[in-house]
Every structure is written in C-alpha cells, then in structure tokens.
C-alpha cells in the first residue's frame, strides 16, 4: 500500500508480532504496537482501540458483545492473527458491522507437526522419560523401562479433516497409520486418498487406535469429547488434541487417563489457558505443550503476512481473502 503517512489506517496490534511483520506495519500503516508484549485487559483493550480502524489480535484477546458494543463505530475489521476465531463473537461483529477474518493455510503445516509430535510423545512416554532424565532419578535400564506404545501401522482417527486434519493424514501416512475420519461432508477422493469416511464421530471412534482432534469450536463440538464417546474408543487409545481444549470435557478426559481407557494423551490447547487443568498436570500419561502448535518462524511471519493481506484488502476498498464474519 502506498498512501501518505497522514491518511493511513490506524491498526492496533494486540501483541507482539515478528519483526518483519512489524516493519510491513510500520510502512504500510499507522501502527499502535505492543513490543512488550503485556496482556490486554478487557478494559485496556477497549480504552486502546478507541482511535483506530483496525484491531490485529490474537486469540488471546476476547471480543464479546459487550466488546464490540463498546469499541467505537470506527473500528472496521478485526484480523486476526490466527486460524481459529472462537475467541470473537462473530454474531456480534455482524451486528456492529465489525468484518473478521482470519489466517488460514500457512499454519497447517506447523499444527500438523505438532500433531505427530504430541502422539510420539504420549505414545512413548516422553514427558515422563524427560522428568526421569532431567530430576537425576534415572538409576537403571532394563526391557521392562519405560516401554510405550507403537504408532507405525495402528489406526488413527481424525475429527475435523480440514486443511490441518489432512496435512496431519499425510504425514501419519509415512507412519503407514490406517486413517480414519469424520467430517460434516465426506471429501473427494483425491483429497480423501483412501481414508475412510465415518459419517458419526461415534461410528469412528472404535477404529481409532490414536485419535487426532481438528475440529473448530462451535456449539455442535464444544465438549464433544465427553465421557460416552471417550468409552467408544478402544482401550489403551492415544489422543492428541492441537485445535482447542474446549472440544474436550476436562473430567470425562482425566478419568479416561486415569482408567486406562487412554493410554496417554499429547495436548497442546486447553480449556482456560493458560490455566491448565492440575488433573492433567499430575498424571503421568501426559504429554503437555503451552499452545505452540504453529510456534515456528516461518509459519509466525506467514501469519503476520495473511493478516496484513486481509488488512490491506479491506483498506483497498475490496474484500479480504479469509473473511469469517
Ligand atoms: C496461534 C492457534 O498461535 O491460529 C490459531 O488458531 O491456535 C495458534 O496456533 C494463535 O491462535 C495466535 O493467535
């Protein structure tokens, strides 16, 4: 974009972003940055946004009604700098007339591969076997030591086969995993490449060795994770969960890692982060991440970039590409 530095728009930038995506701000807007970092309170949040056109956030900051009912009319766009927007309400950026869009695609890759890192670690125990390492308590090897589960050949499930769900299929393939899925509509073949289709979470979650969860929270999802369908999985199953900890109901999952119903758990997105529930923080048969799944350089950049590319679509007098609301 090249305007005149008086006109341009004025972004609010909720936190900390890469420092090339800082520069595209710096030269394409008027940019209220956050170097340091410091959480947004509700109330800082709004008293912020008072004088801009625009709010770049992540899904660490909330926009309820009561948000968007007191952010000023000339707010426009929010663009997120993420996948998932359950942390905005996007009936109530409708009503205000607040467009919302997020950044798909350039993070499949990376919570992809944090997938497959939070089922190795689960399935081999390597939360536990760091402990040992690091508290100076490993005394002793034996067959018999911290022996986990296989994950080459077993069934895995995935809930949601978007893009990241697929990305994930792909790369279990070199696992030689069966995959299993369910999805609102069954893909094409070509993106299906022989996963097999279960129209009911409840029809898959039988087959599922190692269950991967990628669904988007709505009110459909929220808690489906519950203490039924936990007991339809084969006992001794692994589940990783990389999308949000609000698709699992916390006291269904503990007692499943407690009973043995799950061998373990990889989880790297929790209900009331960053608090996570102490339960899972005691158990052993859980692998922990503090929500990283698209923590890499290059995916922090691209994201900052989709954004930006939403923004200055929006400022151009079109559309932007990834619109949610
Ligand atoms: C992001 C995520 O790091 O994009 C998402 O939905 O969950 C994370 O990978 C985070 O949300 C950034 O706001």
Redesign the pocket.
């Known amino acids: 974009m090249a305007d005149t530095a008086s006109k341009r728009p004025t972004v609010l930038v909720t936190r900390r972003l890469p420092d090339a995506v800082h520069a595209r701000l710096a030269r394409d807007y008027d940019a209220r940055l956050n170097p340091e970092d410091k959480l947004y309170t509700k109330d800082a949040l709004i008293a912020a946004a008072q004088d801009v056109d625009a709010i770049m956030p ?3 900051e909330h926009f309820t009604e009561e948000v968007f009912a007191k952010l000023p009319e000339r707010v426009k766009i929010i663009a997120n ?4 927007y359950d942390h905005v309400d996007v009936e109530a950026a409708k009503k205000h007339g607040v467009i919302v869009t997020n ?1 798909p695609e350039v ?1 499949s890759d990376a ?1 992809a591969e944090t997938t497959i890192l939070l089922m190795l670690g689960a399935a081999r125990r390597a939360s536990e076997g760091e402990r040992l390492v690091r508290s100076g308590g490993w005394k002793d090897w034996s067959p018999a030591f911290m022996v986990g589960l296989g994950v080459t050949g077993k069934r895995l499930g995935i809930l949601g086969m978007g893009r990241v769900g697929q990305t994930v299929a792909d790369l279990a393939r070199a696992f030689r995993m069966e995959i299993h899925y369910h999805n609102r509509t069954r893909l094409s073949p070509d993106k299906e490449k022989g996963a097999v289709w279960h129209d009911t979470l409840d029809d898959m979650l039988p087959h599922c060795d190692f269950l991967s969860l990628h669904c988007n929270v709505t009110a459909e999802t929220r808690g489906i994770m519950n203490a039924a369908r936990f007991a339809l999985l084969p006992d001794g199953a692994v589940l990783a969960n990389a999308a949000r900890g609000a698709v699992i109901d916390d006291d269904a999952l503990v007692d499943a890692l407690k009973s043995g119903k799950l061998f373990a758990a990889g989880i790297d ?1 929790y209900n009331n982060e960053p608090n996570v529930d102490k339960r899972l923080i005691a158990l052993d048969n859980t692998f922990l991440l503090p ?1 990283i ?3 890499n350089r290059e995916t922090r950049d691209a994201m900052g970039f989709r954004a930006l590319d939403n923004l200055d679509a929006y400022f151009a007098g079109g559309t932007p590409g990834d619109r949610v609301a």
Do not use: K, N, Q
Not at 81 to 84: A, E, I, K, L
């Open positions: 992540c899904h660490t700098f993420s996948v998932g950044t993070l919570t997105a929500h799944g698209s923590a």
